[in-house]
């Protein structure tokens, strides 16, 4: 079993920054990481993703150039990195891992809630 803990949230001015992490219980050096957020009323969208090794990465259209995705497998941490807030970046942030070739997401954290404020 994997539990994951996401931190960083909080309260952002347009334009700022924020740094989300997600811990991990167990070794995540062979899993797939992404990051999801869900804003109230809207359905859950996928914001970020990187593979085992951290060599690939992928994001939304919506965020690409802004957020970085990253990992440190050795602390079992994964980090989204968000630049330039925008004010539909308002969401609760989710950290997901599964296994490489596993069809679905298995192991979810609870939440962590980013405002931006305009």
């Known amino acids: 079993q994997v539990q994951l803990v996401e931190s960083g949230g909080g309260l952002v001015q347009a334009g700022g920054s924020l740094r989300l992490s997600c811990a991990a219980s167990?070794?995540?050096?062979?899993?797939?990481m992404a990051w999801f957020r869900q804003a109230p009323g809207k359905e859950r969208e996928s914001v970020a993703g990187i593979s085992w090794s951290g060599d690939s990465t992928g994001y939304a259209d919506s965020v690409k150039g802004r957020f970085t995705i990253s990992r440190d497998n050795a602390k079992n941490t994964v980090y989204l990195q968000m630049n330039s807030l925008k004010p539909e970046d308002t969401a609760v942030y989710i950290c997901a891992a599964k296994g490489a070739r596993a069809p679905i997401y298995e192991y979810w954290g609870q939440g962590t809630q980013v405002t931006v404020s305009s």
């Open positions: 167990g070794r995540i050096s062979s899993y797939t």
